[in-house]
């Protein structure tokens, strides 16, 4: 069974940077296509990107495009986001998931919280 775990998440200003990572165990992450999402208070969750599970397709949400980049490093089990230019829309919690064979994201971690605020 895979099961994944986000880290670095925490308290930045506004233009500031974060680095999550989402870490799995169980199985080997370079089966798997992932993606990250979020959720702030009140509202949906929302996509915010996405890699395959070579890292040679990425995809974005509009609202991070320029700012947010996805990567892997499949020999460490590992899939980053880089946050870059943080505003406080950004504050939500952060969630990985992997989606295999049938595409839809059957594996989830438990979350970590980026809060942007001066």
């Known amino acids: 069974q895979l099961q994944l775990v986000e880290s670095g998440g925490g308290l930045v200003q506004p233009g500031g940077s974060l680095r999550l990572s989402c870490v799995a165990s169980?199985?080997?992450?370079?089966?798997?296509?992932v993606g990250w999402f979020r959720q702030a208070p009140g509202k949906e969750r929302e996509g915010v990107s996405s890699?395959?599970?070579?890292?040679?397709?990425?995809r974005y949400a509009d609202s991070v495009k320029g700012r947010f980049t996805i990567s892997r490093d499949n020999a460490k089990n590992t899939v980053y986001l880089q946050m870059d230019s943080l505003k406080p829309e950004d504050t939500a919690v952060y969630y990985c998931a992997a989606a295999r064979f049938s595409g839809a994201y059957d594996y989830w971690g438990q979350g970590t919280q980026v809060t942007v605020s001066s």
């Open positions: 890699i395959n599970n070579s890292g040679s397709g990425t």
């Open positions: 169980g199985h080997t992450l370079g089966d798997y296509a």
